[in-house]
């Protein structure tokens, strides 16, 4: 039974997250009060929140409205070579004051949507929404598998031969395991958690960061806020490509204390790692030590995790946490305002050629899209774990990759992106292309490098 409808009340994802237990998590509820665990990454934006226009971009994105069946039908759609499926977020619900039914009554009999397809050097990459909201994936995994499921064999007949699951749905689903425990039974498709590409992302935007701010990895104090997936990866992808920073600090949120000391002795002995490594647990709130460090990597489930105000002058923050693990508004407030902490996403790419766009948007779809979301990207940047799905597909013939992701396949996908001209993203925080003033200003203050 969902603990939601029991409760009468929503349970988000943070609460479960910060309370692992049954114990801890019956006296979060009822210490509860209305209003105290509202997400806030998407509950506002500063006046100066602007997106970069891009005086090109109608030559890039064409619109159309379509019906799914029909487009199948007719034939009217080139064929796919890879597709990425994500769902609805529930912050829909709250800035529209509708409810989970309005919305879902789009989806009928449970089929995904086509919503973009991405013309990208890695191929024709759909991407298919199911109809579930973020704070839906965990409440019962057979279903969330069973719609995950549905839109890949979906994707399969526009012609998808790899299939990647972004956001919160590979943690949702056992990294993919228990979808690809079905679709390999019943077809020869490729599924990926995508996570070796997105590690891969994480390494060049840590070094893009640095590399703009005049920062030396060998003199940082580094945190690690998230050893999931992703998070160890990319620990384990920075150790083996870049210089060794002179401090880690492996902070997780799910009390895996015996787990982390483990890798702190693996570190050392595998990776040669000769520096300071402090292991902490996070609770409700991040323990004080992670605030002295000079750069955090965030890679975890549990929302606004990080308090904006105790971040040191010179902190810089890379995160692939679905939400941020920090309030994007208090974020964007402080980037903008005291500029001396930089936040950008951490899993975007930058492909060598422009990657054109095609919407099937309905009108709906189109109405929850905000106006300078619906019309403004960089033609360029696409997320690292959808052209994961187009390293398998294509020529460059990368293996999908489910469960926690090892090392030697993080190298593979590192080097293939490199090979073939993929780079880091613009430094940005939810879509604000952090402009150069700021970043040149945070420079002459914080850089080891000022020239």
Known sequence: MRISAQLGREISIREIFMNPSIATLAKALQDFSPGADRVSNHSYYPSFYRRRKYSNYSSHVSVRIPRLEQLIERGTIAPLDAAAITYLPSSWIAHRRLSNGDLLSHFPQHKPMLTNIYESSVGRIGVFVIGMFDNELYRNQEETVAYVTEAVLCAQTFGARAIALTGLIPSATDYGIKVAEITSKQNRIAVTTGHAATASAMILTISQALHISGRDLQREKVCFLGLGSIGLSTLKLMLSCLPHPKVLTL??????????????????????????????????????????????????????????????????????????????????????????VLFTEGGLLRSPQVISETRYWSRWLASMVRPREATERDPAEIMGCMISAGLCSSQVGLD?????????????????????????AQLQCHGYIIPQRITVEFRRRFGHHQS
């Open 251 to 340: 902070c997780d949120v799910y009390h895996k204390g015996d787990a982390i000391e483990k890798l702190r002795g693996q570190l050392h002995s595998e990776f040669g790692y000769k520096g300071q490594i402090n292991v902490l647990q996070s609770g409700v709130e991040v323990p004080r030590e992670v605030y002295r460090a000079s750069i955090i990597i965030g890679a975890t489930n549990v929302p606004d995790l990080l308090d904006v105000a105790r971040l040191e002058g010179g902190t810089i923050v890379v995160d692939d946490s679905h939400p941020h693990c920090f309030p994007v508004g208090a974020a964007l407030r402080r980037l903008r305002g005291s500029q001396d």
């Open 400 to 424: 999908a990759s489910i469960g926690p992701v090892d090392l030697e396949t993080c190298m593979l996908y590192y080097r293939a992106i490199d090979r073939i001209g993929f780079s880091a």
